[in-house]
């Protein structure tokens, strides 16, 4: 199977469709549906209305964790979490060509990681995150170096407080992208805070 391309440098993820069909078209490459606490039927529907929308606007699309319903839709890309990956089926991923991204936040859960040979690896929280409660402490931008120095040329995702103010101090330690929720969710302009993360995207390629 060919490794699908790195996420972009901007890199959002959205809690549903009504989002994703929100922001993709203003030019997103990447972006991420992760479905919480709806039927599963509800998830189905969306996540196959994501992969119609994404393929229309040539972004990526990765689904968070749902991978049953990744491999109904004929999604690509999916993201599991340390404890999703532990009830996942991973041969049945692989047989229906799908490529994985997996979070960690411990030197354990990187090896872990790896052995399950995804496509790219995510570090978080590297900085204090209010989305969630998290039993880890902020990475900070010296684990990212590190984490970087340990996989190499794998794709590294950094996740976690990440403003555009503090997105070129994580590209600059070795992340290869900035998976960002709370920074345009709260926004009360999310299309303008969007675009501003857009903006300094292209920056990175002139």
């Known amino acids: 199977m060919t490794a699908p ?17 929100r922001l993709v078209p203003l030019g997103i490459k990447t972006v ?7 039927s599963q039927d509800s998830v189905r529907a969306q996540v196959t209305e994501a992969v119609a929308v994404c393929r229309a606007h040539s972004c990526d699309l ?21 404890e999703d990956l532990v009830a996942t089926d991973l041969p049945a991923i692989r047989r229906a060509g799908i490529s994985i991204g997996i979070s960690t936040h411990s030197e354990d859960e990187l090896e872990t990681a790896l052995s399950a040979k995804p496509y790219y ?15 880890w402490a902020p990475q900070g931008l010296d684990k990212i170096a590190a984490w970087k120095r340990r996989i ?46 857009l903006d300094w995207a292209n920056k990175l390629h002139a």
């Open 32 to 38: 991420q549906l992760r479905i919480k606490d709806t």
């Open 152 to 197: 190499g040329a794998l794709p590294l995702v950094a996740i976690g407080g990440i403003t555009p103010e503090r997105a070129p101090g994580v590209i600059a330690a070795g992340a290869d992208s900035a998976a960002v929720i709370t920074d345009f969710i709260t926004s009360p302009h999310p299309e303008a805070r969007v675009s501003l993360w």
């Open 62 to 82: 990765i689904v968070n964790d749902d991978w049953r319903a990744a491999i109904d839709a004929g999604a690509t890309l999916i993201h599991l979490g340390q």
């Open 121 to 135: 690896v995510a570090l978080g929280p590297i900085y204090e995150t209010k989305l969630k409660a998290m039993q």
């Open 5 to 21: 391309p790195p996420p972009a440098q901007f890199y959002p993820i959205v809690p549903d469709i009504a989002w994703l069909k």
